[in-house]
């Protein structure tokens, strides 16, 4: 299994990245997907998940409203729209997928590895 994370860069507070993790080697029309990220001198945190289906999103309120997630399940891709962004979204991205959403980060079977954001002031 293979999630390889991308779209990451540097861009001022206010502005938009939008992130793609391609996976290969898993059904992935059968696995939730979730984007987290790791600040510097911070824990691994959700960002977003999407049900198999993407009918179904979880997001926290520190990206509530500016973040969007998203799938194509025919291309095997998850994806994750960063609008109106803040310094303090600072961080590296992941994406990792697991049969169901869980709220517990070290649960999720695959991870990619992950691609920087900066967001500078």
């Known amino acids: 299994v293979q999630l390889q994370a991308s779209g990451g860069g540097s861009v001022q507070a206010g502005g938009s990245l939008r992130l793609s993790c391609a996976t290969s080697g898993l059904t992935f029309n059968s696995y939730a997907m979730g984007w987290f990220r790791r600040a510097p001198g911070k824990e691994r945190e959700f960002v977003a998940t999407?049900?198999?289906?993407?009918?179904?999103?979880y997001y926290p309120d520190s990206v509530k409203g500016r973040f969007t997630i998203s799938r194509d399940n025919a291309k095997n891709t998850v994806y994750l729209q960063m609008n109106s962004l803040k310094p303090e979204d600072t961080a590296v991205y992941y994406c990792a997928s697991n049969r169901v959403v869980t709220m517990a980060i070290r649960s999720w079977n695959y991870w990619g590895k992950g691609t920087q954001v900066t967001v500078s002031s």
């Open positions: 999407i049900n198999w289906s993407g009918g179904s999103t």
